[in-house]
């Protein structure tokens, strides 16, 4: 038996083709989920191609294709109207059923693994688990605009605000100004943003070590006080 042949005959196995048809269907998930990166949509054409290829010499009984389509349809649907798990239970059992019904009885040896259909079923429902939570928390989040993501942001002065310079955020260098002189290396806070520059004022730990403390020195050192030091 040749190369050919013997992926031709690993294609064809039924439970071969099932399993990249649930591939496929996975990655076709992900892709709607998480669209834009190409990983998944590349995914998904070629285990989907490589399905189609082995399910085309098998006898498959279209009634169970249409129900494990119908069963990730559902899944899918989960992730947008969040049913508190109707959907998802409902897609399970579709895709249980599908999966069941997927070849013709007088197909004679097509036959799925109830081990494989259990165990791509329970699968299947943790993934649109993982995806619903995830979508869930994302929906929770607060929009966030430019202003949002650095304001109140913490940095430190690379050149001097006197009172324009430079501060460093994490990972960006911003113009920025202040009410007060500000020395390079000291930490300071975003108050506000005005188009691409950014209004900063000195960390609060470090205003007593800047300001209060120097002033109260300076105040005990005076003649009148007896020059106390």
Known sequence: ???????????????????FLILG????????????????????????????????????NVAGLLLIAVGFGLFLAETHFQSHGILTASGALALFLGSLFLFQPEGGGARLSLWLIGAVTLSSVAFVALAL?????????????????????????????DPAGTVQLPGELWSAVADEPIGAGEPVVVDRLDGLTLHVKRKASNAGHNGVGPALHAQRSTPENGGVS
């Open 133 to 161: 939570s995830a979508a869930v928390r994302i929906r929770r989040m607060p929009p966030r605009t430019g202003a949002d993501t650095v304001v109140g942001a913490e940095g430190v002065v690379r050149d001097p605000l």
């Open 25 to 60: 269907l996975w990655a076709l998930l992900m892709a709607i989920y998480t669209p834009g990166t190409g990983v998944p949509e590349g995914a998904a054409v070629v285990t989907l191609a490589l399905a189609f290829l082995g399910l085309s010499r098998l006898p498959v």
């Open 1 to 19: 038996m040749d190369i050919a042949q013997a992926i031709w005959s690993f294609l064809i196995d039924p439970n071969v083709a099932y399993l």
